[in-house]
């Protein structure tokens, strides 16, 4: 499954989500949601590497 380059400005929104995330205290969130954000954070996290790695191997592709 081709994924192509990431959406401009997609890096930008996820640090200020990390920014935003880091910022909330232990009353804003409950253990579930600490739980399933770090889960999706996670996800993200497997996403993007995967990512890296399919246009790295389109750009060997390309040079030959």
Not at 18 to 39: G, P, Q, V, Y
């Amino acid at each position: 499954m081709a994924t192509g380059a990431l959406p401009p400005g997609l890096v930008g929104e996820l640090e200020e989500l990390k920014l935003r995330l880091a910022m909330m205290t232990s009353d804003e969130l409950s253990a579930e949601e600490t739980s399933r954000i770090a889960a999706e954070i996670g996800a993200i996290r497997l996403q993007l590497k995967r990512l890296t790695f399919e246009q790295q191997e389109m750009q060997r592709r390309l040079q030959g």
